[in-house]
């Protein structure tokens, strides 16, 4: 019998594998029907970044609280990984305990085994209260428009998710001290066994296996779950922080150029300037964004890295004086729709089109609240910018759809024909200087 | 006066003001330019403007979403100011300053673009603009209004607080400041349309930090963030317990030059 489980195991393991690199690979796809986008800087500087932001959690520290319990069971899911690598070895050789009975770790594996369980109730602390945050405090941002059905459940299911793999692990830990009279020493499962120390060994290896066999399940439901899930973070925070925006900020007020544009306005400012070599048969590209595939990678990486957390939309000026404008919804309408879009070519084809876009998704109205106040890019914690779409959408509006307001269309009018927002000739450009040489008059007599 | 309309061509003049629409054209904003100009001679600082060759920068174009138009703005400001060989550009409008500091580099124009809080501050630093002690703002209570364009966009949250400090005022901060402050409604070319429907306009939710801070003075450092400020203070009718002034006007005023 003692090659059944290793068997079990490795079936259940190529199972998960196999189904994870297909999930996985679409995601990778979907991401790369974005437009290229160049990204600067050195690599060296981009792993720095990628480990304050994302290793780090430093955006996350702009609010205390969150960050502390967050900071818990991000904390204890690294360092549960190391159990799991012990999983892992006793399923597939059966060797139990393998840090403890077969490298000489001793007091170190009790120490590191203690930290473990220590930072487990901290994270089962974290768990709570962030269940309470999201259910019983009704933290605002988390109840929303767009906070409901799925993404809902999914935040809540995380949560009890987190709860089950904590009992695995006592149990399996607790259970494991019982059989061994606590000769292990574990901080915490050393003063729960008197508990269930009474019971047979029979029942305790159950209980253990019990305790084992749910750690490993939920690690690969864990897995399976994350590709749908807004909390696909824990993986993507890593990339899209390292290919993010370096100068912490400071350059957060530009928006990027269109060099084709630029293109054919010097065309038109200089017609003998070289043509652009172009093909002739090839459908012009789009002006702006109408549906994902013309976003850039960055922003469909931003759409699935986004962890609905909604920091972006409670510190959106918009939002915060109820227009339909929610940062979090621009980024979940890209992931929702760019799922969509994948889907629906791999089914038909490169070339098909169903016939719908992200303006199915998004409404202008949402887009033309944007104040481009960049408040939503500086709170986000996993380096997203909404305002990217939202300008890339605007643009596909204006450019292509001409779908402007009556006053915006005023205030290009007036930009185009007198160089100014308002309808001002240019010879009242000086004016002020006048009225300086009227007042130096006046105070003079 | 005639120094001031002395286009670039004159190639000791130490930096360009560039004076944008907000501060050609509207009324309150032409105030901040007057008084911004007056320390610039209490200075004796040289400088230029562009006069009636400037054309908007094409900021609201650009946010609004017509690329095109802002790209033909953007173009012929470059011609102009690369025709002039301008090096360094002061301008008391954020979006101004972003759009030249930031976006004109892409497109073949590259400055050394100083907002005027920060121009201020190194007057100061570097001794030619010296504060008189116990000046009209000593212990008044201001609040300083960060401008998206120049706090989150570009980084200045110091420069204008620090203007504040030397002219003996006590600093109160709005509840939310610095990188997470309020915009005033008016970015994104929001300035130039009515705002999407909703429950409040943008710079009534602002109003309300300037309330609570209880401060007698807003300091502000954009004209369009002048105008949202001062509208949203009058809606409430506390325009005579709360005023907004830009912070050259402070300066200005501390130094009884206007």
Redesign the interface.
């Known amino acids: 019998m003692a090659f059944l489980q290793p068997l079990i195991f490795a079936i259940v393991t190529l199972t998960v594998f196999f189904l994870a690199f297909k999930k996985y690979r679409v995601i990778y796809a979907n991401i790369n029907l974005g437009k290229d986008e160049k990204i600067a800087g050195d690599s060296g500087t981009r792993f720095k970044n990628m480990m304050l932001l994302a290793f780090g959690q430093k955006k996350m520290f ?1 609010n205390l609280t969150p960050a502390i319990l967050h900071g818990f069971i991000y904390v204890a899911f690294l360092f549960t990984q190391i159990e799991l690598i012990e999983i892992f070895i006793d399923g597939f050789t059966g060797i139990h305990r393998f840090f403890w009975y077969v490298l000489p770790l001793g007091g170190f594996y009790t120490a590191l085994i203690s930290f473990i369980e220590i930072l487990s109730v901290l994270a089962f602390v974290g768990t709570i209260a962030f269940l309470a945050r999201r259910n019983l405090l009704k933290v605002p941002r988390f109840h929303m428009d767009e906070m409901t059905g799925w993404p809902k459940l999914d935040g809540n299911l995380i949560l009890f998710f987190e709860l089950i793999l904590l009992v695995g692990i006592f149990s399996m830990n607790t259970a494991d001290m019982a059989l061994a009279d606590g000769k292990y020493g574990f901080a915490i499962s050393g003063m729960l066994y008197p508990l269930i120390d009474g019971l047979g060994d029979t029942t305790l290896h159950i209980i253990e296996r019990f305790g084992w066999w749910i750690h490993i399940l939920m690690v690969f439901g864990f897995i399976l779950y994350l590709p749908a899930s807004k909390h696909l973070h824990i993986m993507l925070a890593f990339p899209n922080a390292y290919y993010g925006p370096l100068d ?8 990027a ?2 060099p084709r ?2 293109e ?3 065309l038109m ?1 200089d017609p003998s300037a070289p043509m652009p070599e172009e093909d002739p048969n090839a459908e012009p590209e789009r ?2 964004a109408k549906d994902v595939t013309d976003l850039s990678w960055k922003s469909l990486l931003d759409a699935y890295s986004c962890t609905e957390c909604g920091r972006c939309s409670s ?1 959106c ?2 939002n ?6 929610s940062p979090r919804k621009i980024m979940m309408d890209t992931r929702d729709r760019l799922e969509e879009k994948g889907a629906g070519l791999r089914e038909h084809g490169a070339d098909h089109d169903d016939g719908k876009s992200l303006f199915d998704y998004i409404s202008t ?1 949402e887009l ?8 939503c ?2 709170e986000c914690p996993v380096s997203i910018n909404p305002v990217n779409i939202i ?1 890339e959408l ?6 292509e759809e001409s779908n ?2 009556e ?2 269309n ?3 009018n007036n ?2 024909t007198n ?4 309808k ?1 000739p ?8 006048n ?3 009227a ?1 130096a008059e006046a105070e003079d007599a | ?1 005639s120094e ?2 002395a286009s670039g061509q004159e190639k000791e003049v130490e930096v360009l003001f560039w ?1 944008g ?1 907000a ?4 009324d309150r904003a ?1 105030r901040i ?2 008084a911004f ?2 320390i610039l001679h209490h200075c004796g600082v040289s400088f230029a ?1 562009l ?2 060759e ?3 920068t ?1 900021d ?10 802002f ?3 953007a ?2 400001n470059i011609e102009t100011l690369n025709a002039y060989g301008v090096k360094r550009i002061v301008t008391t409008c954020p979006h101004c300053f ?1 759009t030249i500091k ?2 004109y580099p ?2 073949g124009g590259t400055y050394e673009v100083i907002h005027h809080t920060t121009f201020l501050q190194g007057l100061i630093n570097d001794g030619r603009l010296k504060l008189k002690d116990g000046g009209e703002f000593k212990g008044k209570k201001i609040t300083y209004h960060d401008s ?2 120049l706090g ?4 200045i949250y110091e420069a204008p607080r620090q203007l504040l400090e030397l002219l003996d005022a006590e600093l109160v901060e709005m509840k939310r400041c610095k ?2 402050g ?2 005033c ?18 710079n ?2 602002r109003t309300k930090d300037i309330v609570e801070s209880k401060a007698s003075f807003v300091a502000a450092a954009c004209p369009f963030c002048m105008t949202m400020m001062t509208d949203g203070i009058k809606e409430v009718e506390k325009q005579d317990e709360v005023q907004v002034m830009d912070l050259a006007e402070m300066v200005a005023k501390a130094q009884d030059l206007i």
């Open positions: 702009r912490g900020g400071a350059n957060k007020g530009e928006i150029n269109m544009i630029t054919e306005i010097k400012m002006f702006g510190a000026p918009a915060q004086t109820g227009k339909l404008l109205e033309r609240a944007c104040t481009t106040c960049n408040a890019v500086e300008m605007r643009r596909y509006m204006i450019l402007s307001t006053e915006w005023l205030m290009f930009v185009e160089g100014a927002v308002w001002m240019a010879s009242d450009r000086t004016s002020w200087i009225e300086l040489e007042e | 006066m001031l309309m004076v629409c501060g050609s054209f509207d032409r330019t007057k100009v007056k403007i006069g009636q400037e054309v908007c094409g609201p174009a650009r946010r609004s979403g017509n690329e095109f138009l790209q033909m703005q173009i012929t972003n930031n976006e892409a497109l998206c364009y989150r966009a570009n980084g990188s997470r309020l915009c409604g008016a970015g994104g070319a929001q300035m130039f349309k009515e705002e999407e429907e909703g429950k409040l306009r943008v009534q939710e």
